[in-house]
T-cell receptor, first 111, second 115 residues
Framework: QQQVKQSPQSLIVQKGGISIINCAYENTAFDYFPWYQQFPGKGPALLIAIRPDVSEKKEGRFTISFNKSAKQFSLHIMDSQPGDSATYFCAATSGTYKYIFGTGTRLKVLA | GAGVSQSPSNKVTEKGKDVELRCDPISGHTALYWYRQSLGQGLEFLIYFQGNSAPDKSGLPSDRFSAERTGGSVSTLTIQRTQQEDSAVYLC?????????????FGPGTRLTVL
């Protein structure tokens, strides 16, 4: 019940396309859902986050869509660029220190 | 100010040796976390510090792993009698305090290779 399932494991998108990464959870006590972006040789960095009281949050080209009833949330990257090529992790927490991370999605955007 | 720093960036050791990994959190961050990232896996929680205390050590995989934090700042993760399965990237993160809304800032990690 503590797991966060992330898919796909890897994703290849053409420049200008839309990248979509999905996560699903079971624990209804989760109340904060961040997405982290990690470039090779670097630590993960917070990209965008959402709370379950809203269904969508947009920051620039990055959007989180949240479906509370389905216990799913997804990251959409619009107009994907080669510089977006990285590994993306979703996470969830129930207001404590412990983040539960997904297994990551390796995104490659072709020029 | 500076971000979270970790040293060394890479460590190659022989099976059976002890290693120490260091984390310098962001100044003023009271919470500190250690994670392990294995190839193709997510981030595995190891231990959490609030100040110098570690209220949650539940993620440490065996008694060969230990960690301490001194002065509410620097933390050291020690792995004794290293095994090949310990090979991974060890990430440290810090936050202003604990709590779900508190962004965790990650260091670049230490890549540990056990031969």
């Amino acid at each position: 019940q503590q797991q966060v399932k992330q898919s796909p494991q890897s994703l290849i998108v053409q420049k200008g396309g839309i990248s979509i990464i999905n996560c699903a959870y079971e624990n209804t006590a989760f109340d904060y859902f961040p997405w982290y972006q990690q470039f090779p040789g670097k630590g993960p960095a917070l990209l965008i986050a959402i709370r379950p009281d809203v269904s969508e949050k947009k920051e620039g080209r990055f959007t989180i869509s949240f479906n509370k009833s389905a216990k799913q949330f997804s990251l959409h990257i619009m107009d994907s660029q080669p510089g977006d090529s990285a590994t993306y992790f979703c996470a969830a927490t129930s207001g404590t220190y412990k983040y539960i991370f997904g297994t990551g999605t390796r995104l490659k955007v072709l020029a | 100010g500076a971000g979270v720093s970790q040293s060394p960036s890479n460590k190659v050791t022989e099976k059976g040796k002890d290693v120490e990994l260091r984390c310098d959190p962001i100044s003023g961050h009271t919470a500190l976390y250690w994670y392990r990232q294995s190839l193709g896996q997510g981030l595995e929680f190891l231990i959490y510090f609030q100040g110098n205390s570690a209220p949650d050590k539940s993620g440490l995989p065996s008694d060969r792993f230990s960690a301490e934090r001194t002065g509410g700042s620097v933390s050291t993760l020690t792995i004794q009698r290293t095994q090949q399965e310990d090979s991974a990237v060890y990430l440290c993160a810090s936050s202003l305090s604990s709590g779900g809304a508190r962004e965790q800032f990650f260091g670049p990690g230490t890549r540990l290779t056990v031969l």
